[in-house]
């Protein structure tokens, strides 16, 4: 069983990606390729920046500005429920630093998560005395039933990913965010797996915190990533304090005027030098893409994508995992061999990711079929194994 299914594919788009003929890459969850769009936007940035004198004091906001909105649309947010971070660290150190837990209670995550959030949640334990609860599946059982098992009243902070990061099996956001209410503990999602190519919508999700950086399904550059602050906690206290978060720092004659109040909304939480006069363009071309293809749209191409890599993974007696999110898939793979067949797929042009115990495979609306006939042509030759009649 999949994610559920979203009518519309999109039409083939690899002329829209810099990738050239020989190279079949699978490897989105771990850095999108850029879009051709992308490209010309960083180009003409770059030239725009090297001549300063260019830059007006409104430049310092307005592109800004749009990065902010259009993400918020494609997660049902409001601009300013948005802040804009340069990474998932950032952002999870943001949520754990305007969160608390009682003493003995507990911060539930799954079982092999990204380091990124185990870490924050980590010092999070040390300063609340909270411990930590970590989710395994049982043989056969989903996560999300394995979270909800594990979640009681003891729980004050479920922090989990809509799919999980290693290979793509999915979690039922819907249901573990109904849970966590029930019992009164926060809830902080990692989107860096699904932002960009799952529908996701805060507003009936209702998470406290979410956490997405922009250079995987959104297609950006590295750098500048996103964070959702629920309205309850937009009065938080923000990581650092830079000057272009407060109140009328559009007015530059009068920075000297210092004010205690901040822009509105989560815009306290944004990490200084968020207006990266040379990236912004290139993450404001992308999500423009996305917005013009909607995310729904592009879930479904992706689900008929890697429902044929899985039909090729099967006739070879490939374990897929299920449930899975629609955009990306674990093949596994004998331990003592991954390594070597990741080098040996990229000797033949063809580019995925080893994590956990899976050759995680991530394609986008650049993958063609002759792209997944190259993959099982590497993977037959790497691991001696042809498909059955």
């Keep these: 069983m999949s994610a559920?299914?979203?009518?519309?594919?999109?039409?083939?788009?690899?002329?829209?990606?810099?990738?050239?003929?020989?190279?079949?890459?699978?490897n989105t969850a771990s850095l999108a390729p850029t879009l051709r769009a992308g490209l010309s936007a960083g180009s003409a940035a770059l030239r725009w920046r090297a001549q300063p004198w260019r830059i007006r004091a409104g430049d310092w906001f307005g592109a800004a500005e749009e990065r902010r909105a259009l993400f918020a649309a494609l997660i049902g947010a409001a601009a300013d429920d948005i802040a804009l971070?340069?990474?998932?660290?950032?952002?999870?150190?943001?949520?754990?630093?305007?969160?608390?837990?009682?003493?003995?209670?507990?911060?539930?995550?799954?079982?092999?998560?990204?380091?990124?959030?185990?870490?924050?949640?980590?010092?999070?334990t040390e300063r609340t005395g909270a411990r930590m609860l970590t989710v395994r599946r049982e043989a056969g059982q989903t996560w999300t039933d394995a979270v909800l098992d594990a979640l009681d009243e003891t729980v004050a902070v479920v922090s989990v990913p809509q799919v999980h990061w290693t290979d793509g099996t999915w979690l039922e956001l819907d249901r573990v965010a109904g849970a966590?209410?029930?019992?009164?503990?926060?809830?902080?999602?990692?989107a860096s797996q699904s932002a960009?190519?799952?529908?996701?919508d805060v507003s009936s999700l209702r998470p406290d915190f979410l956490v997405s950086v922009g250079y995987k399904w959104l297609l950006g550059p590295f750098g500048l990533g996103y964070?959702?602050?629920a309205p309850a906690h937009q009065d938080g206290r923000p990581l650092e304090e830079n000057w272009i978060l407060r109140q009328d720092a559009q007015d530059f004659a009068r920075l000297v005027d210092y004010r205690a109040a901040y822009q509105p909304g989560a815009r306290r939480f944004d990490a200084g030098g968020r207006t990266a006069f040379e990236l912004t363009p290139m993450a404001v071309a992308a999500l423009r893409r996305l917005t013009d293809w909607t995310v729904p749209r592009v879930s479904a191409t992706l689900e008929d994508t890697t429902a044929l890599i899985a039909r090729h993974a099967g006739r070879r007696g490939l374990t897929v995992p299920a449930p899975r999110g629609p955009h990306m898939l674990g093949i596994t793979v004998p331990a003592?061999?991954?390594?070597?067949?990741?080098?040996?797929?990229?000797?033949?042009?063809?580019?995925?990711?080893?994590?956990?115990d899976?050759?995680?495979?991530?394609?986008h609306l650049h993958t063609t079929t002759r792209d997944i006939d190259r993959l099982f042509e590497a993977l037959d030759t790497a691991l001696d194994a042809p498909p059955t009649p």
């Design 4 to 26: 559920p299914h979203h009518p519309g594919p999109l039409p083939p788009a690899r002329e829209l990606f810099d990738i050239p003929e020989d190279v079949a890459y699978f």
């Design 336 to 356: 003592h061999v991954r390594q070597a067949t990741v080098r040996a797929l990229e000797r033949s042009g063809v580019f995925v990711g080893a994590r956990g």
């Design 85 to 124: 971070v340069p990474a998932t660290s950032y952002g999870m150190a943001v949520a754990a630093a305007n969160l608390d837990a009682a003493p003995d209670s507990r911060v539930l995550v799954l079982a092999d998560e990204y380091p990124s959030g185990i870490y924050t949640w980590w010092r999070f």
């Design 196 to 200: 960009g190519a799952v529908p996701l």
């Design 358 to 363: 899976a050759l995680r495979i991530s394609p």
């Design 227 to 229: 964070l959702y602050a």
């Design 180 to 190: 966590a209410r029930a019992v009164g503990a926060a809830l902080v999602v990692d």
